[in-house]
């Protein structure tokens, strides 16, 4: 079967660092997204990994390893605006099997 | 920028119901899906289309079905609406392929959602 496993919650302060695991298990795996949604809104892309490694955008990094089947998303100098919901997702070759989503509190 | 509409944000529909909702993308792209969401199950997938007038099932699609007759609008179809059926539905699209030489992302966007409560 498919199944995808990340925390469900996850606390930090502001101006932290967080890292967000996921491990999954898939057949016909193309690549990791992320996704980010907040509380009433849409879930938005934030980055996609098709190679091992670390993917850097801004404030956001996103790593995979594929022998290992685990990747993560690293969130640095965390902001209040960052309290949100995190899904991984593994793509295949038209659609998305998505986990089941981390809630991120941020800390003043 | 890429824009995903859906025909409602609140919907109360009654038991036994056909509830029909619309999605609408300007993208030009050729995936279209729509999911459900709920508390602590994440998204799952109701049925996706690849093209017109073709569609694929997801995960849950029981008492679901779908229309794409244009390639721009996806409709998913409650043929008897349930109180299970009360849940989240957003409909999302992505572009099959990565344009010539740009490794494709299958980046999804997705509409705002729509509430359906089911009495």
């Known amino acids: 079967g498919q199944s995808l496993e990340q925390p469900s919650e996850v606390t930090a302060v502001e101006g932290a660092i967080v890292q967000i695991n996921c491990t999954y298990q898939?057949?016909?795996?193309?690549?990791l997204s992320w996704y980010q949604q907040h509380d009433g809104g849409a879930p938005t892309f934030l980055s996609y990994n098709a190679l091992d490694g670390l993917e850097e955008t801004g404030r956001f990094s996103s790593f995979l390893s594929r022998s290992d089947s685990y990747g993560y998303l690293l969130l640095q100098e965390l902001q209040m605006k960052d309290s949100a919901s995190y899904f991984c997702a593994v793509s295949g070759t038209y659609k998305y099997i998505f986990g089941t989503g981390t809630r991120l509190k941020v800390l003043a | 920028d890429v824009k995903v509409t859906q025909s409602s944000r609140y919907l109360v529909k009654r038991t036994g119901e056909k509830v029909f909702l619309e999605c609408v993308q300007d993208?030009?792209?050729?995936?279209m899906f729509w999911y459900r969401q709920d508390p602590g199950l994440g998204l799952r997938l109701i049925y996706f289309?690849?093209?017109?007038?073709?569609?694929e099932k997801g995960d849950i699609p029981e008492g679901y079905s779908v229309s794409r007759e244009k390639k721009e609008r996806f409709s998913l179809i409650l043929e008897s609406a349930s109180t299970n059926q009360t849940s989240m539905y957003l409909c999302a699209s992505s572009l099959f392929r990565g344009t010539s030489g740009v490794t494709p992302t299958y980046e999804q966007y997705f509409g705002p959602g729509t509430r359906l409560t089911v009495t």
């Open positions: 898939t057949s016909g795996f193309y690549g």
């Open positions: 993208m030009d792209h050729e995936n």
């Open positions: 289309s690849y093209d017109v007038k073709m569609k």
